[in-house]
């Protein structure tokens, strides 16, 4: 039986079930869940609330729709752009991961672009329908892809992501291939029952002890954290020092009048990779 843990409007929708388990649905269906300003705040809000949550055991994300996440809103990547908080932390406020301390099982109901890896990377427990997809298209939109293809690096072999980071949009990686590789963990046949799955998995973790539960994933991600933050944290630096950069704002605005883009060709400016 579903009940209403946190009653919210559009994009986010939020239900619990009296075993502790959470499911969170991004809910922008029309943009494909896109993530944005105010749907990132509403995130990074939630988890903070349920961080406060005694009696939390897990946590299932997925996304409404045909669409897990198409990434960044293409309005908001072509607005004036700014941290959002507070180094890499306060940047990366909206996932679950780096802010609760029970599992999170993300379900990926459908395409998986750009910034919509960061959940996938964040996740504990990843599983897929078949139809997913998974790219990651921020170079063919004029962006540094400085963190996902870092984050990704513990769960799927260098060359892999370096296909996904340099190709863009024109590498589109199955689910059967990702669960090959091991970054999915199972594969659901119908997109409609993948939720059902998830919360079967969820629940097979809030059986466990809560407390042995907590201290084994810390555990696990004091591994990831040591290995791949420092590097997130140098790639977060090139994303920030590319945002004054001509193509920054021209892949967007491409995207949206659908043209091709017409790309910075003369000397690297200053400050950037490559120049001098």
């Known amino acids: 039986m579903w009940l209403t843990l946190v009653v919210?409007?559009?994009p986010l929708l939020v239900e619990a079930l009296a075993s502790g388990i959470v499911v969170v649905r991004l809910n922008r269906p029309a943009a494909l869940n896109a993530l944005d300003a105010d749907l990132m705040c509403?995130?990074?809000q939630l988890w903070l609330e349920?961080?406060?949550?005694?009696?939390?055991?897990c946590v299932v994300l997925t996304g409404a729709g045909r669409a897990f996440c198409s990434g960044a809103d293409a309005r908001f990547l072509s607005a004036e752009r700014a941290p959002r908080g507070a180094g890499l932390d306060g940047e990366l406020a909206f996932l679950p991961?780096?802010?609760l301390s029970v599992p999170v099982v993300v379900a990926v109901n459908g395409v998986c672009a750009g910034g919509g890896l960061h959940f996938v990377s964040d996740a504990d427990i990843v599983i897929a329908s078949q139809s997913a997809s998974f790219l990651d298209p921020h170079v063919s939109v004029g962006q540094v892809s400085g963190l996902e293809p870092v984050a990704l690096a513990l769960r799927l072999p260098l060359p892999v992501i370096a296909r996904?980071?340099?190709?863009?949009?024109?590498?589109r990686v199955t689910a059967q291939r990702l669960y090959d590789l091991g970054l999915v963990t199972e594969l659901v046949a119908e997109d409609a029952d993948i939720v059902i799955r998830a919360v079967e998995i969820a629940s097979a973790i809030a059986s466990a002890s809560p407390t042995a539960v907590r201290s084994t994933r810390a555990a696990l991600r004091r591994l990831t954290d040591y290995v791949v933050e420092p590097f997130m944290r140098a790639g977060w630096a090139d994303v920030q020092g590319h945002w004054s950069h001509p193509d920054a704002?021209?892949?967007?605005?491409a995207f949206a009048e659908k043209r091709s883009p017409a790309w910075h060709t003369g000397p690297e400016l200053p400050g950037r990779p490559g120049g001098h």
């Open 8 to 10: 919210t409007d559009e």
């Open 42 to 44: 509403r995130l990074e």
């Open 50 to 57: 349920l961080s406060r949550r005694q009696d939390l055991r």
């Open 97 to 99: 991961g780096r802010v």
């Open 164 to 171: 996904m980071a340099l190709l863009g949009r024109a590498e």
């Open 249 to 253: 704002a021209e892949g967007p605005r």
